[in-house]
């Protein structure tokens, strides 16, 4: 069974602070995807990792993704407030059948 | 650009009542898909469809049925609900194959309480 594990869950942070949120997964994967969503919204793309060794940024946020050890980062630079939202990775493991992390609810604290 | 589509936003259904949400993409999306979103639980995939007349099942099909006639929607039907399907319910769309644009695309979900 294919699972995709998060952490931390919940992360409460100080602006300014760095942090990491972390994306395990159990099997191969095709790609790799991160999404954000503010409460009551719909889910939004921040990034899509094709392959090992894929890093991409978009301003304070950096994600990479490493095949080999099925695991995927999305690192936080000098947080602030505007990026508190829940966090959800996802796997593509070849057969569409996507599946998602539980997500990280990110509180960025003023 | 209207991207994905579902209606309606929010339903208050009572137990074995049976209903339709939509969902409709203009992009020519051939892969469409509905997840369901409760608490602590992320998203679950109920049902796929990689092109009109194909579908398959996710993780939690049961009490869900789908259908594609076309490649712009993709409807998905709650036979009998129970309050157990309460939860948010969101219809995604994207391109296949292997291309570095393959984002997926996310309706703005769909409400659902059983009661």
């Known amino acids: 069974e294919l699972k995709v594990e998060q952490n931390p869950l919940f992360l409460s942070m100080q602006e300014g602070k760095n942090y990491t949120i972390y994306c395990n997964y159990s099997?191969?994967?095709?790609?790799l995807y991160w999404y954000r969503q503010d409460p009551g919204k719909s889910l939004e793309s921040l990034f899509v990792?094709?392959?090992?060794?894929a890093v991409k940024q978009e301003g304070r946020l950096m994600a990479s993704l490493d095949t080999k050890a099925r695991l995927s980062t999305l690192h936080i630079t000098a947080a602030v407030h505007d990026l508190s939202a829940t966090y959800f990775c996802?796997?593509?493991?070849?057969?569409?059948?996507?599946?998602f992390g539980t997500g990280t609810r990110l509180k960025v604290l003023a | 650009n209207a991207g994905v589509t579902q209606t309606p936003k929010f339903q208050v259904l009572k137990t074995g009542q049976s209903m339709t949400l939509q969902c409709a993409q203009d992009?020519?999306?051939?892969?469409m898909s509905w997840y369901r979103q409760d608490p602590g639980m992320g998203l679950r995939l109920i049902h796929y469809?990689?092109?009109?007349?194909?579908?398959d099942q996710g993780e939690v099909p049961n009490g869900y049925n789908v259908s594609r006639s076309t490649t712009e929607d993709f409807p998905l039907r709650l036979l009998s609900a129970a309050p157990s399907q309460t939860s948010v319910y969101f219809c995604?769309?994207?391109?296949?194959?292997?291309?570095?644009?393959?984002?997926?695309?996310f309706g703005e979900g769909s409400w659902l309480t059983v009661v």
């Open positions: 995604a769309s994207s391109y296949l194959g292997q291309g570095a644009g393959n984002t997926i695309y």
């Open positions: 099997t191969t994967s095709d790609r």
């Open positions: 990792l094709l392959s090992n060794g």
């Open positions: 996802a796997v593509d493991p070849g057969t569409y059948k996507y599946i």
């Open positions: 992009m020519n999306h051939e892969y």
């Open positions: 469809s990689v092109g009109a007349g194909i579908t």
